[in-house]
């Protein structure tokens, strides 16, 4: 709706249809009639081109009529301007540019008349999206060495595809199973002091072969370029997944004004500007979280100022396939050439980048907006790498939690600043807001953010790994703590399990009595590959994080169809309880849709019999095959499901159209919640809840247990507001 198209009449122009897509996605427009009617002797509006600072308008004279140059006056938004005319042929140019820009995304009118009034026209724009680096971040000093610095780190296990953690990856921090630092397999041999000095131009692929925009194709044009292989890739194990590169490089702006930039990858990047490492104050150009195939994304940016400015990229790639360029582009998005091909029309770039700078906030964690923080053992940590400037240590660091001051300490090891605060034991499932505030040279650094613990809190949680399912007509590991009793270590159904390339459900296999899957010869089977099931990603950007313990090996239910499905017999304790069912399920395409169901019958042969207990139906994706959230399972009526398990259990998760990969599934006891609030008319209320009851005096206030608080609970509700919980 209210979409404005760039298309204007032109000879022989006809726009018939449009149709969009992405990796998961197809729009069609369709039926689109056109009546046309051929223009005669009359000027035709063709064309306007919004700019940062102004615009252009193009006319066109057809047949006999003519604009007249010397009588075209202009108005912006009702104020009168004065523009340049120019007239090639029969085509009229109007353009007009400001000293100030337009704010992006802002709309604006421009007013034309010729001819003496015979054409007037009143013609609305909006202004292109841009981010702005402003002249506060020109650099100054003599920049010689043209290029850029590239820094490679590589890992044997997947890594997360978000820019946080592949912040962490490329310092150093990420650990393995074992609590070690991931080693870094990338082959350093050319690089000095593990950064690699690059000469020429960014556009790589993992075996040099043709990827993204710029390619060899022998047409010899701006385009035609060859892939070079990617630095320290393939890595000293000769892997090539799970890549994580840093690109720095001063670029040369020849003239203040709108530029679009462009990066084309697998799989995704992030770009930043002034203060490019500054977690709160690096301005982001460009950034794609999450996987994907060769790929561009744009990114509109305008430079205040002429001169030459840092500039950083972060790119990682996944498993699969891998490429990176950068390069610049038209307004409409043509490619004029890549950074450092100057030859062809592209930006200048440098490589003796300014090491010194103002102090940088390099890390903050937990991160902004995290999830899944425990609620014990959590600390909130900041790094600051000095420069030019420095964290005052001996000035007081102050750091409030939901508003209540909390010990702060400080190190400094090697010039980078390590701020801790202590948070205490914090709640399950609650949100919690920080700021921390400490003085750097002559200026107060102020940080605000917030997190929310984790919901796998509390006693009695029961956990399925998504990847342990039956074998052997209905088998089940009945000997090790598998989540049910205790902390699991992960990974007893390795290689358990059969039918492989099976398509009957009575040869007596697996398939189609303790799972069915409709393709079982994928790859990616790693984890039990005598199924077919595509249970991969050994620890990896799912996680291990299991409220009170943590999986040492674990996997992802991925690559499913609708129609796939897997059983799960455990046993749960007695007697029988009532459960909360979430579900740690994730989709990089179509929303998630899939079901839990109890096997009542049949258990262990081809004929089965079940009964429903509860939906995942968000109605949405997660943004990425990678990104999990937990979904409650719901019943029909769209609240949360109760279900009602003791003892041997065989469950059935059942996958529907839509996307979904699956991690776990964890069984809270249903006793918590506030179940009823009354009125007593006599300024009390009386509270009926299930486990132990807790207030606050803000919403998102710590909240506080009630002493020897039982249900049913009367309290005074005539004075200021509080608000309760009860899990």
């Known amino acids: 709706d209210d979409f404005q198209t760039n298309f204007f009449p032109s000879p022989g122009r006809l726009v018939l249809a449009g149709r969009t897509g992405g990796s998961d996605e197809i729009k069609h427009f369709d039926n689109i009639h056109l009546t046309t009617v051929l223009a005669e002797d009359e000027v035709l509006l063709t064309g306007l081109e919004a700019l940062a600072n102004g615009f252009t308008v193009a006319f066109l004279d057809v047949g006999s009529a003519r604009l007249d140059p010397a009588t075209v006056s202009l108005t912006l938004d009702g104020v009168a301007v004065t523009g340049e005319v120019s007239k090639d042929g029969d085509t009229t140019t109007v353009t007009y540019r400001q000293d100030e820009f337009f704010a992006p995304g802002s709309t604006h009118v421009v007013g034309i008349m010729a001819n003496e009034g015979a054409i007037s026209k009143e013609i609305p724009f909006t202004v292109p999206s841009y981010v702005v680096v402003g002249a506060e971040h020109v ?55 593990g950064v690699f000095a690059i000469e020429g131009v960014i556009n790589f692929s993992e075996i040099a072969d043709p990827q993204g925009v710029f390619r060899e194709s022998g047409d010899g044009s701006a385009t035609d370029v060859f892939d070079d292989y990617i630095p320290g890739i ?38 930043t500007a002034g203060m490019v490492v500054d977690v709160i104050e690096a301005i982001e150009l460009g950034v794609y979280e999450g996987t994907r195939g060769a790929s561009t994304t744009y990114y509109n940016v305008l430079f205040e100022e002429a001169g030459f400015y840092k500039l950083r990229t972060l790119w990682w790639e996944n498993d699969g396939g891998a490429n990176l360029e950068w390069w610049l582009a038209d307004q409409d998005g043509n490619p004029i050439a890549l950074l450092n091909d100057d030859a062809n029309g592209g930006l200048r770039t440098f490589r003796d980048v300014p090491e010194e700078g103002p102090a940088e906030i390099t890390s903050i964690s937990p991160a902004d907006g995290a999830g899944e923080i425990r609620g014990s053992g959590t600390s909130i940590i900041v790094t600051v790498k000095n420069g030019s400037t420095s964290v005052d240590t001996d000035s007081p660091i102050l750091t409030t939690l939901n508003g209540e001051e909390i010990d702060t300490t400080s190190s400094t090891d090697d010039g980078v600043v390590t701020i801790t605060a202590e948070t205490g034991a914090l709640q399950g499932d609650t949100e919690y807001r920080w700021e921390m505030s400490f003085k750097v040279g002559e200026r107060t650094r102020t940080i605000s953010s917030m997190f929310r613990t984790t919901m796998l809190a509390g006693d009695g949680l029961v956990f399925i790994e998504a990847e342990d399912f039956d074998y052997e007509l209905g088998n089940w590991d009945q000997t090790n703590e598998i989540g049910m009793n205790g902390a699991y270590p992960g990974g007893t159904y390795q290689d358990l399990g059969d039918g492989l390339d099976e398509t009957d459900v009575d040869a007596g296999t697996s398939y189609g009595v303790d799972y069915f899957e409709s393709n079982n010869t994928n790859s990616q089977a790693v984890y039990r590959p005598d199924t077919g099931v595509e249970a991969g990603k050994m620890n990896g950007p799912a996680g291990q994080f299991r409220g009170e313990f943590n999986v040492e090996i674990n996997h992802v239910a991925g690559w499913n169809d609708a129609g796939d499905w897997y059983n799960y017999t455990r046993n749960f304790p007695e007697p029988a309880q009532n459960y909360n069912v979430f579900g740690r399920l994730s989709s990089g395409g179509q929303p998630i849709h899939s079901e839990l169901h109890r096997v009542t019958s049949g258990v262990g042969t081809s004929n089965q019999e079940t009964e429903l207990l509860g939906t995942w139906q968000p109605g949405r994706n997660t943004g990425g095959w990678d990104t999990f959230e937990i979904f409650p399972l719901l019943n029909a009526a769209g609240n949360p499901a109760v279900v009602n398990l003791g003892g041997e259990v065989t469950l059935r998760y059942v996958v529907h159209p839509g996307n979904v990969d699956e991690d776990y599934f964890v069984f809270f006891p249903a006793s918590g919640g506030i179940w009823n609030v009354a009125s007593n008319g006599d300024g009390t209320v009386t509270i009926t809840f299930g486990g132990t009851l807790s207030s606050s005096e803000t919403v998102d206030g710590m909240y506080q247990p009630i002493p020897e608080a039982t249900s049913p609970y009367t309290t005074d509700a005539s004075d200021s507001a509080r608000f309760y919980i009860a899990r």
């Open 139 to 193: 650099l100054s000093g003599d920049f010689s060495e043209r290029g850029f610095l590239m820094r490679v780190v590589q890992s044997l296990t997947a890594v997360a595809a978000n820019s946080t953690t592949r912040e962490a990856h490329l310092a150093g921090t990420l650990r393995d199973a074992d609590g070690e630092p991931l080693e870094n397999l990338a082959d350093l041999l050319g690089a000095e002091d």
């Open 234 to 271: 393939p890595g000293l194990e000769d892997g090539m997944d799970h890549v994580t590169a840093e690109l720095l490089t001063v670029i040369e702006i020849p003239e203040a004004g709108l530029y679009n930039l462009a990066f084309n990858s697998d799989d995704g990047f992030r770009t």
